[in-house]
């Protein structure tokens, strides 16, 4: 078993619990949990234009405005690579994501969000972490988590690429290099190309 987590995560595979291999297991990760090794996609939507919304007024310390708005890069990380649009309502209107910092976190440091696969919709947050809009190693970078959270409710599973955000563990990227190859194939291969792509 430990092998095979070695093999799925690209580290040296020694079948013993070593430093690297330890740290990967104490990294934050998504809440989702990882499937057998198979190809990286759930299912889709059946359409390609979509609305989401804040499912309550709890927020990290950088407040709504910023959080909104990396929340919308997020969206529009995926929306640069596949026919996709993303349009943001109001509490008070349906919409197909919602999104929220939920209450029933495990605490700090462990499960940092959960999404569901299509077509539920919820992207839950946990407010306990250290969020940040930053990208440097003093917290969690909320935009990082939410880009990832948002590919599992358009249908992506975890990646073994350690350089892809589907990744299920965090780690910091920086934004010029957040959807490397591995992301725009599976989300392409969901929706469909983007006409011009953006590369």
């Not at 310390?61 to 690579?81: C, H, I, M, P, V």
């Not at 909320?142 to 948002?150: Q, S």
Request: charged content about 25%; proline content about 8%; some cysteine.
């Amino acid at each position: 078993m430990l092998k095979d987590f070695q093999r799925r995560y690209k580290l040296p595979v020694t079948g013993k619990l070593d430093q690297q291999t330890l740290k990967l297991m104490n990294t934050p990760r998504c809440g989702v949990l990882d499937r057998p090794l198979a190809f990286t996609l759930a299912n889709s939507w059946p359409k390609k234009t979509f609305t989401w919304k804040w499912a309550d007024s709890n927020f990290p310390k950088f407040g709504e405005e910023k959080t909104s708005e990396q929340l919308r890069e997020s969206f529009n990380d995926w929306a640069k690579y596949a026919p996709i649009t993303f349009q943001e309502v109001s509490r008070n209107e349906k919409a197909d994501f919602h999104v929220a910092f939920a209450d029933n976190s495990d605490g700090p440091g462990r499960t940092l969000a959960y999404a569901y696969f299509p077509t539920n919709g919820r992207i839950r947050f946990d407010p306990a972490e250290s969020w940040t809009h930053r990208y440097d190693n003093d917290g969690t970078n909320f935009r990082l988590v939410a880009t990832h959270e948002i590919g599992h409710a358009l249908g992506l599973d975890h990646s073994t690429d350690p350089s892809s955000i589907m990744a299920p563990y965090y780690k910091l990227i920086q934004p010029e290099v957040l959807l490397p190859k591995d992301d725009r194939q599976g989300i392409q291969a969901l929706y469909g190309t983007k006409t011009p792509p953006a590369d």
